[in-house]
């Protein structure tokens, strides 16, 4: 059983910048693929970023590419997203989640990822 804890979250105005960080416990799925997720209030859960066992491999959607950057240290049990030039609607709650089966590249599917975080919040002020 992994735990998964985000932090970083928090109130940032328009064009600003958040890195948030994802660390796992318990047993751990370091060589499996990790992604953020995000959902707003009355919003479906929607896919942002992964990265793949090496972290060679990353993905994302196309509303964030350019401005998000996905990250790994496996020696750190430890999964980061950096967030710059912010728009009020990257406001969400953010979730990471660890896929517990092996892929040489990653998912980009909810129901694709077995362990989930507790989310934290991100809200841009407009």
């Known amino acids: 059983q992994v735990q998964l804890v985000e932090s970083g979250g928090g109130l940032v105005q328009a064009g600003g910048s958040l890195r948030l960080s994802c660390t796992a416990s318990?047993?751990?799925?370091?060589?499996?693929?990790k992604a953020w997720f995000r959902q707003a209030p009355g919003k479906e859960r929607e896919f942002v970023a992964a990265?793949?066992?090496?972290?060679?491999?990353?993905g994302y959607a196309d509303s964030v590419k350019g401005r998000f950057t996905i990250s790994r240290d496996n020696a750190k049990n430890t999964v980061y997203l950096e967030m710059n030039s912010l728009k009020p609607t990257d406001t969400a709650v953010y979730f990471c989640?660890?896929?517990?089966?092996?892929?040489?590249?990653?998912?980009?599917?909810?129901?694709?990822?077995?362990?989930w975080g507790q989310g934290t919040q991100v809200t841009v002020s407009s």
């Open positions: 989640a660890a896929a517990t089966s092996y892929t040489r590249t990653y998912f980009t599917k909810a129901y694709e990822y077995g362990y």
């Open positions: 318990g047993r751990t799925f370091s060589n499996y693929a």
């Open positions: 990265i793949s066992w090496s972290g060679s491999s990353t």
